[in-house]
Each structure stands twice: as structure tokens, then as C-alpha cells.
């Protein structure tokens, strides 16, 4: 929250009081030339301030107070549930339903303490982890990298002008003999790779030859090429990420086409894929670890350890797929549901 003001005629200073009841007031500024103050956010309730000027003799010349308030509860949950599931892990956004959930229960209650429940809301919301957390960065080796040509003005190899560009050095940049020229990186078949975004870094000398940079994809040893993504906007010596609209096919080969005279010239270039998410299916295993086994019956206790068990199995195995966690994770969750 920020509360600015206008500085009146002969104010030289102001003081900033702020106040939970509109009675008792605790001073925030003291005699400062400012006319800006930045509180604390008000989740619930209500905070009052007041602004007081203070003329070059010390006196008070005027003095003005405002009320602010936090949203009411029905709006902080209409938010919380407005947010986008995809745009978070699966675990996170999981907490975050089961917090809803509660705080609907205890609103049915007369006793129930609103600004506890909006405290809980923020606090749910604000655990939630980004789906972005589940990039990692592709491994690339030199022998998988080759430039269309040898170093400019003729020295190296196209394998090392080619892994300038993934040396981990935003020093050191591709830098082709062609107007039109390409890096090469092939992980293989085994290896293949779906992509994400890609995070690019370009000569510090010469940035605006990054735009233009053509990323593509081929899975018929370089025949045709499938373009994933051209890079633009960028203007200044630092990283920029470009996200792609949606996961692109594995690819055996990747390919950085330059047909407008940039010469390959990225210092660096990261490839990321979204690694699967398992977030939410270890939440649910720690989640029925710590229940309470004598408040429920053999047989629904027998269901759930089956689950749990096929859940650590299913994270204990390298090749799960995506499909096989979120299997996973909706037969235990039925299965803590199903507890009686």
C-alpha cells in the first residue's frame, strides 16, 4: 500500500501517523520531506492514516486523514480460485484448493474468524510455485554441436565455433564465415528432446544480430525443419527467455538458422524442457502418512495402502510419465477420500 499527498503552501515536512481503530495512532515518518509513504498491505479490516504538514517553524499547518480497507472475503476467494492451475505445480495449487475448501467449512460456522481465513487464503496463495520451476536446462556436449562453418576470419572448428554457444561463457560467441549459417546440435534418438523455451544471451558487442535467429526442429536427419521460434525484441546484453505456446515434438535435432547476416553471433543459448511434476502426488503420499490410522476402518485403511503404495513406486520409477503420476495421484487422492 502506498499513500501519497500533495505538499501544501509553506510545508517544508510532514509526519504519518497510522492507526488500527481511528483512536490510538503510532507515528511511521517523522519530520521528512517526502510525499510518498509505503505501508504494510492490508489483507482484512480496516487501517487509518493521517498525514500531517509541518510548516518551517515547527507548527502544524494542516492535517488530512484516509481509511483503507482489505477486500471482503468472497473477493479473495473468487481470486484465489481465478488463478490458473497450469500456471502452477500440481502440489502447490493442490494446498491451495484444500485451503479454499476449509475456509469455505469454517465460513458455515457462526464463530468462524474472517480475517484468520483471509490470512490463510494469502498464505496459500502466496506458497504457490510457478510451473516454471519445472524448466531445466537440456545437457548438451560439444561432440552434439557443430556451426556451418569454422571460426571467423578461418581459425577452430565448426564443433567449437558451434559450442561457443553453449560454453557457459556470455564472452565467447559463435561466429560464422556465411551471411547465412546455422549451429547444429544433435542429442539423437535416444535422447531426443522436447522444448519449452529457450533462453538466449547475445554478443555484447553486436546484440541486435540475435534478432532475426530462427530455432527449429528435425526428425528426419535434417531434411526438412520445422521452426519453433524466432527471436526478437531483444536490445540489451543480458538473458531473455521466449516461451513457446506450446510444448514442442521431441526432436533428434535442433538446428540455429541465421539468414540475415548475424552470424551466429549468440553468446549463449540454453534449450529448456518442463520436467515432469510429481509435486503433487508426494504431497499426497506425505499426506496420508500423517493420518490418523485408529480414526479409520481396515478395509478403507486397506485401500489407501495400496495406493500409497503404488504412488512410491510410480515416484521411484525413472520413466513415469506424466500420465502414469497424474494416475497415480488421482488414485490416492480417491483413496484418503474414501476413508471411513
Known amino acids: 500500500m502506498t499513500l501519497r499527498w500533495n505538499k501544501p503552501n509553506q510545508a517544508v515536512r510532514f509526519d504519518v501517523y497510522s492507526s488500527d481503530d481511528g483512536d490510538e495512532w503510532e507515528q511511521m515518518l517523522d519530520d521528512e520531506l517526502t510525499f510518498s509513504y509505503d505501508g504494510e498491505s ?10 500531517v504538514a509541518i510548516g518551517a517553524d515547527g ?44 475456509v469455505k467449512a469454517q465460513l458455515d460456522k457462526p464463530e468462524h474468524d474472517e480475517a ?43 564443433q567449437e565455433n558451434g559450442w561457443r554457444a553453449f560454453d557457459d561463457d556470455t564472452g565467447t560467441f ?26 538466449v544471451y547475445p554478443r555484447e558487442s553486436h546484440i541486435s544480430r540475435a534478432n532475426g535467429a530462427i530455432f527449429q526442429g528435425s526428425n528426419d536427419d535434417g531434411e526438412t525443419w520445422d521452426d519453433l521460434l524466432t527471436v526478437n525484441g531483444v536490445g540489451e546484453a543480458r538473458w531473455y527467455q521466449f516461451d513457446l505456446e506450446e510444448r514442442t515434438d521431441a526432436y533428434e535435432r535442433l538446428r540455429i538458422f541465421d539468414g540475415h547476416n548475424g552470424r551466429c ?60 503420476i497424474d494416475a497415480a495421484s488421482e488414485d490416492l487422492l480417491a483413496a484418503i477420500d474414501q476413508l471411513r
Open 42 to 51: 492490508l489483507r482484512s479490516g480496516a487501517r487509518h492514516y493521517r498525514v
Open 59 to 102: 507548527a502544524e499547518l494542516d492535517a488530512a486523514e484516509v481509511t483503507t480497507g482489505g477486500e471482503p472475503i468472497a473477493d479473495v476467494i473468487a481470486h484465489a480460485e481465478s488463478l490458473p492451475p497450469e500456471d502452477y505445480t500440481k502440489g502447490s495449487h493442490y494446498q491451495l484448493t484444500k485451503v479454499l475448501d476449509e
Open 116 to 158: 484468520a481465513l483471509i490470512d490463510a487464503i494469502y498464505d496459500a496463495v502466496d506458497a504457490l510455485v510457478s510451473v516454471d520451476t519445472l524448466l531445466q536446462e537440456v545437457e548438451l556436449e560439444p561432440s552434439m554441436v557443430e556451426a556451418s562453418t569454422i571460426i571467423w576470419p578461418g581459425e577452430g572448428t565448426k
Open 174 to 199: 559463435p561466429d560464422t564465415l556465411e551471411s547465412v549459417s546455422w549451429i547444429d546440435i544433435e542429442p539423437g534418438a535416444e535422447r531426443a528432446v522436447a522444448i519449452d523455451a529457450v533462453r
Open 265 to 324: 553471433n549468440l553468446a549463449e543459448v540454453e534449450f529448456l524442457t518442463q520436467v515432469d511434476d510429481t509435486t503433487m502426488l508426494t504431497a499426497l503420499v506425505d499426506e496420508a502418512a500423517a493420518i490418523d490410522r485408529s480414526q479409520y476402518t481396515e478395509d478403507s485403511l486397506a485401500v489407501l495402502d495400496a495406493a500409497v503404495e503404488h504412488g512410491e513406486s510410480v515416484l521411484a520409477d525413472s520413466a513415469a510419465t506424466q500420465d502414469e
